[in-house]
């Protein structure tokens, strides 16, 4: 039986963003866990393993920009849809993104298979740790189609409203690749262990768990999925719909593994447990990200719907209060990260050079976290309201003007830590960046301005 929407135009604004976030804390949780679980079972297959791990993660990073910004773009125009009234163009949408996601995403996987070894070469993978690289690889780029639909799946959940569902549907998706991981790594009984290969198939079973239960809970409970067609009249119009948002978020996400690939490659010449501990690093400081990516997930469906309905005064609040939150947050997390940095190190890391490079790493990196958290919602809100371009040009100053620049000079002068360093001041420069955007053309006179114009004739 199918239900109405959540309508976000109404009630508090604070008590709707927390109300839409508190559930997503789990879910985040629980997306953080995934990643940690398949971390910590492979560490302890030993430092080439985990090494392996560092240089998968920005490819796996790539198919998943592009399932994330193919939800940014549908969680927008059904959210924008639905805060209109018009449920029959929302489902519309929802149904067609998700047939361009797997078309798009099974693409991918089947050029990487194509293209793996020389890829990985290029990031500065050695040869003892290829191996490794290939049994995990192979089996993700096969998967990759049809597991990373969960992702719009549950993007489109969220532009209903609704942050439970989803966050329970990630924390079974969890749940099933713990329990998987050391059963497939390690073996039990009957059960063969198969390493690396064990974690990839863990994954993509989990994943496929996922995508299941959002299908279900779009089908029958808000009846946002629609009989798929073939007409391609029909596609097309959706597709454009979608791709005027998700195209330039597209760009957007993939300078991330981009410009995280180039650091990669910088950090790989200091050494294997250089990159073992910036792979790890990446992987812990995801709890850093716990409660505001909760709060940045459900921003694009809160300030989609406020946008469609016209309500201008309540995007500018959300963007007000949006960014006071990042930087208090991202100060607290700070100090707790330089203080535990040797314990959380000796959890993830076996041998002495990759434990001492991970205190580094958690001692210097977290004091971007603020600033780089209110770029993140401030781009993530552009979206919302249909200003993709506008978005894109905020992460490429910070991503590829600030980011990978401030890197490698950091590298040269003062080494990993000069690398880390860099990293820090890139992203409270975006940061700034972004706030100052914001605050200019993201207020509610701005924004009636803009709508104006886009609603006026010729």
């Excluded at 392996?52 to 773009?73: E, K």
């Excluded at 189609?145 to 549907?169: E, H, K, Q, V, Y």
Aim: charged share 15%; net charge positive.
């Amino acid at each position: 039986m199918t239900t109405r929407h959540h309508d976000l135009t109404e009630g508090g604004m604070v008590r709707r963003m927390f109300g839409l976030a508190v559930p997503m804390v789990a879910g985040t949780f629980a997306m953080t866990a995934f990643q940690l679980a398949d971390t910590w079972f492979v560490a302890r297959l030993g430092t080439g393993p985990l090494a392996a791990m560092g240089f998968t993660f920005p490819v796996v990073m790539v198919t998943g920009c592009v399932s994330m910004a193919l939800g940014t773009g549908a969680t927008a125009i059904v959210s924008q849809a639905l805060g209109e009234g018009d449920t029959r163009r929302a489902a519309r949408v929802a149904t067609d993104c998700l047939v361009l996601a797997f078309l798009i995403v099974t693409a991918l996987g089947l050029i990487g298979i194509a293209v793996m070894d020389p890829l990985f070469r290029s990031m500065g993978a050695k040869d003892d740790v290829q191996p490794f690289i290939r049994s995990y690889m192979t089996v993700w780029f096969l998967a990759a189609g049809p597991c990373f639909l969960a992702m719009p799946a549950n993007s489109i959940l969220r532009a209903a409203g609704d942050t439970r569902l989803p966050s329970a549907i990630m924390i079974a998706g969890a749940g099933a690749n713990c329990l998987l991981d050391p059963l497939l790594i390690f073996g039990w009984g009957p059960i063969p262990g198969t390493g690396m290969q064990g974690a990839a198939v863990a994954t993509a079973w989990s994943r496929a768990l996922t995508v299941l239960l959002a299908f279900l809970v779009l089908r029958r409970r808000y009846g946002l999925l629609a009989r798929p067609t073939w007409r391609i009249g029909v596609l097309l119009a959706s597709w454009r719909q979608v791709m005027h948002i998700a195209g330039p978020a597209l760009v957007s996400y993939l300078l991330h593994p981009v410009s995280l690939l180039v650091i990669t490659r910088v950090v790989a010449g200091f050494g294997t447990a250089a990159v073992a501990a910036f792979g790890a690093g990446g992987r812990i400081e995801m709890f850093a990200y716990l409660v505001p990516m909760a709060l940045g997930i459900s921003l694009v469906p809160l300030v989609g719907q406020n946008y469609g309905g016209g309500r201008y005064d309540r995007v500018a609040e959300c963007r007000r209060y949006s960014e006071r939150f990042a930087m208090l947050w991202g100060a607290l997390i700070a100090l707790a990260f330089f203080l535990g940095a040797p314990y959380l190190a000796g959890l993830f890391a076996r041998d002495d050079a990759t434990r001492q490079a991970l205190v580094l790493y958690l001692r210097i990196m977290p004091f971007g976290y603020g600033m780089r958290e209110v770029l993140r919602y401030v781009t993530l809100m552009l979206n919302a309201i249909s200003r993709p371009v506008a978005s894109l040009g905020l992460n490429a100053l910070y991503l590829i003007a600030l980011n990978v620049p401030f890197a490698v000079v950091g590298a040269r002068l003062g080494g990993l830590a000069g690398v880390f360093v860099g990293v820090v001041l890139a992203g409270n420069a975006g940061g700034l960046a972004a706030l100052l955007y914001s605050h200019r053309r993201m207020t509610p006179e701005a924004l009636g301005r803009g709508a104006d114009r886009r609603a006026a004739p010729g």
